[in-house]
Protein backbone atom coordinates (compact mmCIF):
# COMPACT_ATOMS: atom_id res chain seq x y z
CA UNK A 1 0.00 0.00 0.00
CA UNK A 2 3.12 2.72 0.85
CA UNK A 3 3.78 1.78 -2.52
CA UNK A 4 0.40 2.82 -4.27
CA UNK A 5 0.31 5.92 -1.99
CA UNK A 6 3.85 6.53 -3.49
CA UNK A 7 3.15 5.99 -6.95
CA UNK A 8 -0.30 8.02 -6.62
CA UNK A 9 1.41 11.23 -4.77
CA UNK A 10 4.28 11.11 -7.42
CA UNK A 11 1.30 11.38 -10.25
CA UNK A 12 -0.54 14.01 -8.45
CA UNK A 13 2.86 15.72 -8.09
CA UNK A 14 3.60 15.33 -11.81
CA UNK A 15 0.03 16.74 -12.69
CA UNK A 16 0.33 19.99 -10.66
CA UNK A 17 3.78 20.79 -11.93
CA UNK A 18 1.72 19.82 -15.57
CA UNK A 19 -0.84 22.56 -14.23
CA UNK A 20 1.98 24.65 -12.96
CA UNK A 21 3.93 24.79 -16.31
CA UNK A 22 0.56 25.11 -18.32
CA UNK A 23 -0.12 28.47 -15.66
CA UNK A 24 3.17 29.85 -16.45
CA UNK A 25 3.05 29.11 -20.18
CA UNK A 26 -0.42 31.20 -19.88
CA UNK A 27 0.81 34.32 -18.10
CA UNK A 28 3.85 34.02 -20.49
CA UNK A 29 1.56 34.18 -23.64
CA UNK A 30 -0.24 36.90 -21.97
CA UNK A 31 2.79 39.01 -21.24
CA UNK A 32 3.42 38.50 -24.70
CA UNK A 33 -0.21 39.58 -26.14
CA UNK A 34 0.55 42.93 -23.68
CA UNK A 35 3.91 43.46 -24.79
CA UNK A 36 2.51 43.04 -28.66
CA UNK A 37 -0.05 45.18 -28.06
CA UNK A 38 2.14 47.82 -26.82
CA UNK A 39 4.50 47.61 -29.19
CA UNK A 40 1.56 47.99 -32.17
CA UNK A 41 0.21 51.35 -30.68
CA UNK A 42 3.48 52.48 -29.95
CA UNK A 43 4.20 51.99 -33.52
CA UNK A 44 0.81 53.49 -34.88
CA UNK A 45 1.94 56.46 -32.69
CA UNK A 46 4.91 56.93 -33.82
CA UNK A 47 3.66 56.81 -37.44
CA UNK A 48 0.92 59.28 -36.81
CA UNK A 49 3.28 61.85 -35.24
CA UNK A 50 5.80 61.24 -38.86
CA UNK A 51 2.76 61.90 -40.83
CA UNK A 52 1.21 64.63 -38.86
CA UNK A 53 5.15 66.39 -38.80
CA UNK A 54 5.46 66.14 -42.03
CA UNK A 55 2.04 68.02 -42.83
CA UNK A 56 2.85 70.46 -40.39
CA UNK A 57 6.38 70.97 -42.20
CA UNK A 58 4.75 71.68 -45.29
CA UNK A 59 2.00 73.89 -44.59
CA UNK A 60 4.92 76.23 -42.41
CA UNK A 61 6.65 75.90 -46.46
CA UNK A 62 3.89 76.93 -48.67
CA UNK A 63 2.80 79.98 -45.64
CA UNK A 64 6.38 80.98 -45.76
CA UNK A 65 6.86 80.48 -50.23
CA UNK A 66 3.24 82.18 -49.98
CA UNK A 67 4.21 85.44 -48.26
CA UNK A 68 7.43 85.84 -49.94
CA UNK A 69 5.62 85.44 -52.90
CA UNK A 70 2.63 87.71 -52.16
CA UNK A 71 5.25 90.27 -51.72
CA UNK A 72 7.14 89.45 -55.26
CA UNK A 73 3.67 89.84 -57.01
CA UNK A 74 3.53 93.69 -57.68
CA UNK A 75 7.14 93.11 -59.78
CA UNK A 76 5.27 90.78 -61.76
CA UNK A 77 2.20 92.97 -62.11
CA UNK A 78 4.95 95.60 -63.42
CA UNK A 79 6.94 92.94 -65.96
CA UNK A 80 3.60 92.26 -67.20
CA UNK A 81 2.74 95.80 -67.53
CA UNK A 82 6.21 97.10 -69.21
CA UNK A 83 5.58 94.09 -71.87
CA UNK A 84 2.62 95.75 -72.86
CA UNK A 85 3.95 99.06 -73.30
CA UNK A 86 4.41 100.35 -76.83
CA UNK A 87 8.01 100.81 -77.83
CA UNK A 88 10.77 101.58 -80.61
CA UNK A 89 13.65 99.43 -78.79
CA UNK A 90 11.83 95.87 -79.86
CA UNK A 91 15.31 94.41 -78.54
CA UNK A 92 14.44 96.08 -74.65
CA UNK A 93 11.14 94.61 -75.57
CA UNK A 94 12.10 90.97 -75.92
CA UNK A 95 14.57 91.40 -72.91
CA UNK A 96 11.78 92.22 -70.59
CA UNK A 97 9.34 89.40 -71.96
CA UNK A 98 12.11 87.01 -71.17
CA UNK A 99 12.52 88.37 -67.84
CA UNK A 100 8.86 88.38 -67.29
CA UNK A 101 8.73 84.24 -68.71
CA UNK A 102 12.00 83.34 -66.53
CA UNK A 103 9.78 84.71 -63.03
CA UNK A 104 6.62 82.96 -64.73
CA UNK A 105 8.84 79.80 -65.08
CA UNK A 106 10.11 80.37 -61.51
CA UNK A 107 6.60 80.27 -59.80
CA UNK A 108 5.22 77.39 -61.59
CA UNK A 109 7.76 75.45 -60.55
CA UNK A 110 7.06 76.12 -56.92
CA UNK A 111 3.51 75.40 -57.51
CA UNK A 112 2.09 79.35 -57.85
CA UNK A 113 -0.66 79.11 -60.35
CA UNK A 114 -2.91 81.48 -61.65
CA UNK A 115 -6.78 81.91 -60.25
CA UNK A 116 -8.76 81.65 -63.68
CA UNK A 117 -11.08 84.59 -63.95
CA UNK A 118 -12.79 85.63 -67.24
CA UNK A 119 -16.16 83.46 -68.10
CA UNK A 120 -15.39 81.52 -64.76
CA UNK A 121 -18.36 81.67 -62.01
CA UNK A 122 -17.54 84.66 -59.11
CA UNK A 123 -16.11 82.37 -56.02
CA UNK A 124 -15.51 85.09 -53.29
CA UNK A 125 -12.97 82.52 -51.97
CA UNK A 126 -11.07 82.97 -54.86
CA UNK A 127 -12.19 86.29 -56.29
CA UNK A 128 -12.61 90.15 -54.98
CA UNK A 129 -15.53 91.81 -57.15
CA UNK A 130 -14.58 95.35 -57.53
CA UNK A 131 -17.61 96.27 -59.24
CA UNK A 132 -20.65 94.77 -61.06
CA UNK A 133 -22.34 95.55 -64.04
CA UNK A 134 -25.82 94.27 -65.71
CA UNK A 135 -25.99 92.32 -68.78
CA UNK A 136 -28.34 89.95 -69.81
CA UNK A 137 -25.66 88.34 -72.31
CA UNK A 138 -23.87 87.23 -69.43
CA UNK A 139 -25.04 84.62 -67.07
CA UNK A 140 -25.26 84.90 -63.26
CA UNK A 141 -22.15 85.93 -61.11
CA UNK A 142 -19.71 85.49 -64.52
CA UNK A 143 -16.65 87.18 -64.28
CA UNK A 144 -16.54 89.92 -67.42
CA UNK A 145 -13.27 91.04 -66.21
CA UNK A 146 -9.73 91.14 -64.42
CA UNK A 147 -8.34 93.77 -63.24
CA UNK A 148 -5.46 92.06 -61.03
CA UNK A 149 -4.31 88.86 -61.55
CA UNK A 150 -4.62 86.22 -58.33
CA UNK A 151 -2.50 83.80 -57.72
CA UNK A 152 -2.72 80.80 -55.38
CA UNK A 153 -0.49 78.12 -54.27
CA UNK A 154 -2.40 74.13 -53.91
CA UNK A 155 -5.94 75.25 -51.91
CA UNK A 156 -3.89 78.26 -50.24
CA UNK A 157 -4.80 81.59 -52.50
CA UNK A 158 -2.03 84.10 -52.03
CA UNK A 159 -4.21 86.78 -53.65
CA UNK A 160 -7.25 87.18 -54.95
CA UNK A 161 -8.15 88.43 -58.29
CA UNK A 162 -9.88 92.04 -58.52
CA UNK A 163 -12.71 91.18 -61.07
CA UNK A 164 -15.82 92.81 -62.45
CA UNK A 165 -19.02 90.90 -61.86
CA UNK A 166 -22.05 90.56 -64.54
CA UNK A 167 -25.09 90.33 -62.99
Given at each position: ???A??K?EL??K???EE?G????E???????D??????K????E?????????????N?Y???LA??????L???D?????VK??????E???????VL?????????????????V????D?E??E??????D????????V?E???????GT????H?MV????
Amino acid sequence: MAEAEKKEELEEKEKLEEEGKENEEQQIQQELDELTDRYKRILAEFENHKKRSQKERDNLYNMILADIIGNMLPILDNLENAVKVETKDEEFKKGIELVLKQFQDTLKSKGVEEIKTVGETFDPELHEAVSSIQDETKGEKEIVQEYRKGYRIGTKVIRHSMVVVAN
